[in-house]
């Protein structure tokens, strides 16, 4: 931006629009109201892989043994 474009009353100037690109779920065209996603239902998926841990970052880090048996004490009282 440029001192001129910062005067008042100095219309902005238009962004063009990028096209939406393919939904990262199934490769359709992505539509504004789930963009990135082309539907709810890619949305969803995406989500659920999220939340299933398929989007993780591996690493060479042992897990802290307490840590785990935290976790795992926690999984049994909400089994019962």
Known sequence: MTDEDKKPGKPKRAVAARAP???PTCGKPATPKFRPFCSD???TI???RWL???YRI???DEPDVDDVAELM????????
């Open 73 to 80: 004490r926690h999984l049994e009282d909400g089994a019962r």
């Open 21 to 23: 690109g393919p939904c």
């Open 58 to 60: 591996p690493s060479e």
């Open 46 to 48: 995406d989500l659920g």
């Open 41 to 43: 239902r890619c949305k």
């Open 52 to 54: 299933g841990g398929d």
